[in-house]
């Protein structure tokens, strides 16, 4: 049920016009923010959900809570022409409160792959009437992942690796099968070392000895939050590690690695400079959605 405060704030949202003929966007999902933002649609987005973080400046606009638990009020208060929604948004009830009350909403399909991202590409241009932008910013990414193909399909060698993330006080978790770190992997030339399970699953010493990984790939967050690559090194599970007792740790910005948006390409292509010899890795041209400008 719609509260009162949601409906009070509608008149003021109303209040903030998108550009003339132009939809206002409300987003849910840091990777379709700039896939949006790559499409020349920025100045639309009139709210997003916490996991929006680039272009940074994004970050200063209204919130709609978090990606999985989306607020109802929220969204409806902002009056959005359109919620373009990534394939995790939720939960199911409210975006179904959000149709009932008249939202219309793009879900954008999973994003896995080069081909996926693509097509989620062509989807949310055709429904923001940017087909055009779509086929040219599809054409700039399919050329950057045939690059990087060319690389990844014949590196000069495929670096074994397991891709970690810290949570809580326990085990660390490990990307297995079909996760966005393992397609990021595969993108970069690497074999990931987990191949018996899908998905996050805490893991051993003993396992992670046995799988002997040759490197250890992570994200910034989980770096910054453990207070440095020292703590990673003295988490009981990774300690053992030869890789890690010669620091072959690699970190990157969670969103940029795993946020499967456009600048996935790029994202792969330096996670394959860090894992292989860089001058052995090729270039990618500049792209204007690199830049996280004001």
Known sequence: MLTRRALA???????????????????AGGGIAEILCALGARAQIAGVDSTVLFPTALRRLPQIGYLRSLS?????????????????????????????????????????????????????????????????LAAALTADFAALARFAADPPQRPRVVFVLAIGGGAPQAAGRETAADAMLGLAG??????DYRGYRPVSAESLLAASPEAVVTTSHTVAALGGVEGIAAIPALAV?????????????????????????????????????AGRVPALPHRAWLDDVA
Do not use: K, W
Request: hydrophobic share 55%; glycine share 6%.
């Open 9 to 27: 704030l509608a008149p003021l949202a109303a209040a903030m016009p998108a550009r003339a003929g132009e939809p206002r966007l409300v987003v």
């Open 72 to 136: 109802a009020e929220g969204v409806l208060s902002l009056r959005p022409d359109l919620l373009v929604a990534a394939h995790e948004a939720g939960p199911p009830e409210v975006l179904d409160q959000l149709e009932r009350a008249g939202v219309r909403m793009v879900r954008v399909g999973r994003i896995h792959d080069p081909v996926s991202l693509v097509a989620a590409i062509r989807m949310v241009a055709a429904a923001l009437d940017r087909s055009a932008e779509g086929e040219r």
């Open 190 to 195: 690497a074999e990931n070392v987990v191949a």
């Open 241 to 277: 590690l030869p890789a890690v007792r010669r620091r072959r740790i690699v970190a990157l910005d969670s969103l940029y690695l795993l946020g499967f948006g456009p600048r996935t390409a790029h994202a792969a292509r330096d996670l394959a400079a860090a894992l292989h010899e």
